[in-house]
């Protein structure tokens, strides 16, 4: 892709993102790239900010992390556990003894 296109579609990004948080995807980026982030596990509704996240680190001139998209984790009643909703964090469950068998088990039910 030329220079140019990058450009552009970067921009695209920033001027017409309709989440309208455009500079939260920047902000991931140099995040990542700060911490040195090898690989990102992530749920599957994340694929089209993990696009727009790979198009910035290229045009950034970073290595991308090895990114891995898995089902949502859901409830018994069938709601997606994110920390917005305080459901249970890793550090939770580890604390609260889970086994790392246990928490796989929970991921891929």
Not at 21 to 29: F, I
Not at 35 to 64: N, W
Not at 82 to 90: P, T, V, Y
Request: glycine fraction near 4%; charged fraction near 30%; hydrophobic fraction near 45%.
């Amino acid at each position: 892709m030329s220079r140019a296109k990058t450009r552009a579609r970067i921009s695209a990004i920033f001027w017409s993102a309709r989440d309208d948080v455009p500079a939260y995807q920047l902000a991931v980026v140099v995040d990542d790239e700060a911490m040195k982030i090898t690989e990102v596990v992530r749920g599957a509704d994340l694929l089209k900010s993990t696009a727009r996240q790979l198009l910035l680190i290229r045009a950034l001139g970073y290595d991308a992390p090895n990114y891995f998209h898995c089902e949502l984790v859901r409830d018994s009643a069938g709601v997606r556990l994110a920390k917005r909703h305080d459901a249970l964090s890793l550090r939770h469950l580890r604390e609260s003894g889970a086994t790392p068998e246990k928490v796989l088990q929970m991921v891929f039910q």
